[in-house]
């Protein structure tokens, strides 16, 4: 049974009624779309609008890593780790994501130890606004970064409503990130999914996003 496993945003915008990780289907030679299954695990054919419970990926066969490397993965990571979220006392703190480093480090679960048995996606694309805008209200977007100029000039803010969740000037830029890290790494595991036997394992996927 194959799992993907994130822990961080997965922003899937819907485009000319097909859902998607990117915020448009690419049309060049060297790109490809296709749908894959929540449900079963099953890989739709390309061209097919998707019911829901699918989601559609488009990526481009030039940009690293490569199938090969893909394939070979049992897991793929990505690493966000938001340094600018440093109040004290508090679990959003910028030393989460490096304690989970330090602790896969010491676990010997990186590709130093493992080599092609895990991948980090290091060259990810940081999303877009309006990647976030295809699947959250535009003003609830826009709100969000009129509010970082209040936490640039005051350096900390509590979100209202949000529980104890604060921003700091960095907020934003850092949530981009971390959208383009889980963008990345479905693409990843959609597009291994696609290109491997039925009788392989589809990689676990680790996100270590801060946000």
């Given amino acids: 049974m194959s799992v993907a496993l994130t822990v961080g945003p997965l922003f899937v915008p819907r ?35 998707v019911k829901p419970n699918n989601i ?10 490569s199938v090969q490397q893909l394939n070979d993965a049992r897991i793929i990571y990505s690493v966000s780790p938001a340094l600018g979220h440093n109040k004290e006392s508090h679990p959003e703190c910028s030393a989460r994501v490096p304690a989970i480093v330090t602790a896969l480090e010491k676990n010997e679960l990186t590709p130093k130890f493992r080599g092609s048995q895990i991948l980090e996606l290091a060259n990810f694309k940081t999303a877009t606004i309006q990647d976030i805008a295809s699947v ?15 936490a640039s000039d005051s350096g900390l803010i509590f979100i209202e409503g949000s529980g104890p969740t604060y921003a700091t000037s960095t907020t ?15 693409d990843s595991v959609v597009m291994s999914r ?18």
């Avoid at 485009?15 to 929540?38: A, E, M, P, Q, V």
């Avoid at 449900?39 to 097919?48: A, D, E, K, Q």
């Avoid at 290109?195 to 392989?200: A, D, E, F, L, V």
């Fill in 56 to 65: 559609c990926c488009s990526f481009s066969t030039d940009n690293d890593p």
């Fill in 15 to 49: 485009i000319d009624g097909i859902s998607g990780t990117r915020r448009s289907i690419c049309k060049k030679k060297n790109h490809h779309w296709f749908g894959f299954n929540l449900r079963n695990g099953s890989v739709l054919g390309s061209g097919r609008l």
């Fill in 172 to 186: 934003f830029q850092d949530s981009l990130i971390a959208a383009g890290a889980g963008m990345a790494l479905v």
């Fill in 194 to 211: 696609l290109t491997m036997s039925q009788h392989q394992e589809t990689p676990l996927t680790l996100q270590l996003a801060l946000h």
């Fill in 136 to 150: 959250h209200e535009k003003a609830y977007v826009f709100g969000l970064e009129k509010a970082m100029e209040e």
